[in-house]
């Protein structure tokens, strides 16, 4: 795959912009830096959500997805589109109105939770049972 400078250029800031981020500083003119709207790539960030909430589960992806992005190179930068879609979803949520609007996303039933964006840049988010309790 060619890289332009432009590219190059917005790969560079993303990362120093996560460095920071995982070692907890705080980052100014976020929305100034990283924009879906310079670069988009269609990702989708899976929450396995049995035996806790939604809110933990995307915090723990969070983490996960940090983790990695520091131990491997990652060309296409994927890991970024999914760090910059799920820590949107983390800042903007409402946790509380979530979990207590759907029995899915409170972490007592097991339950998939697919995090994307559509094409305006929004966060869309799919709910499934991924088990049943009960008799057939």
Known sequence: MFYTD?????YSRQRNIFQNMYLGKKVKNIKKTISW?????PVKINLNLGGHC??????KKLKDLMDEYFSMDDPEGEIDFKIDLLREFIEKSDFRK???????LDGEKEA????????????????????CSGSR
């Open 98 to 104: 979530l979990r207590t609007g759907d029995i899915r």
């Open 37 to 41: 709207k310079e670069k988009v790539m």
């Open 112 to 131: 998939l939770v697919v995090l994307s964006r559509d094409r305006g840049g929004k966060i869309k988010m799919e709910l499934k049972f991924l088990s």
């Open 54 to 59: 939604i809110e933990t589960e995307a915090k």
């Open 6 to 10: 432009s590219d190059m250029r917005f």
